[in-house]
């Protein structure tokens, strides 16, 4: 499963959808408070019309799973939010949402990234960890995950690109795959002769 950039109208709208469905500590957890519906609408919407930030997601069946938003804050740092459904937790998503996130802030010359890591969401603290990211406490409440590249990485440019085509032959796979389980469904159904 490949995480594909969103970047039209309609995946802004399964975008909301996903956050959404988020209960209320996962939201809490997501963004350091408790976010209403309309303010999720506002920071989809907001964040698509700024220019260097980048969402990516994970679909199932056409349902955002998991995604990865990555701000580009200047100076060649970038800030990451990440958030996976809780029924999918455990399979390793959230790791490649940050990977590819990383690639694409690397390949915009970032030196810096940062994730907002409150004290009580472990499952963060640990990939910010994993990732050999150091993680120094705010205050009681907040923590803020911290990994510095001492180098320009050029060929993450490519890597980046690289990764944007694997994307878009894996997406065409799963459509011709699905498109083909629905015809043999309906010839066994005896409708297609």
């Known amino acids: 499963m490949y995480p594909e950039k969103l970047i039209c109208a309609n995946e802004r709208i399964i975008l909301i959808d996903h956050f959404k469905r988020l209960g209320p500590d996962d939201r809490y957890l ?18 698509f019309n700024i220019e260097g930030n980048q969402w990516f ?3 199932d069946r056409g ?11 200047g100076d060649a740092q970038a800030e990451m939010g990440l958030s996976v459904d809780s029924k999918c937790r455990g399979a390793g998503l959230g790791q490649s949402l940050f990977n590819r996130g990383l690639v694409w802030a ?3 010359g970032t030196t810096q990234i940062y994730m907002q890591c409150l004290s009580e969401n472990k499952i963060i603290q640990h990939i ?5 990211m150091m993680v120094a406490t705010i205050d009681r409440t907040e ?3 911290r990994l510095e590249f001492p ?3 050029y060929t993450a440019p490519f890597n980046d690109m690289a990764l944007d085509r694997i994307t878009a032959v894996d997406k065409m796979y799963k459509t011709q ?7 043999v469904s309906i010839w066994a159904k005896g409708k297609l002769k």
């Open 30 to 47: 997501r963004f350091g408070y408790q976010v209403h519906d309309e303010q999720i609408e506002d920071y989809i919407n907001n964040s």
């Open 57 to 59: 997601g994970l679909f």
């Open 63 to 73: 349902i955002i799973i998991g995604t990865i938003h990555v701000a580009l804050l």
């Open 106 to 108: 690397r390949a915009r």
């Open 128 to 132: 910010a960890k994993k990732n050999g």
């Open 143 to 145: 923590q803020e995950a």
């Open 151 to 153: 180098i320009v990485d």
């Open 177 to 183: 795959q699905t498109f083909y389980n629905n015809m």
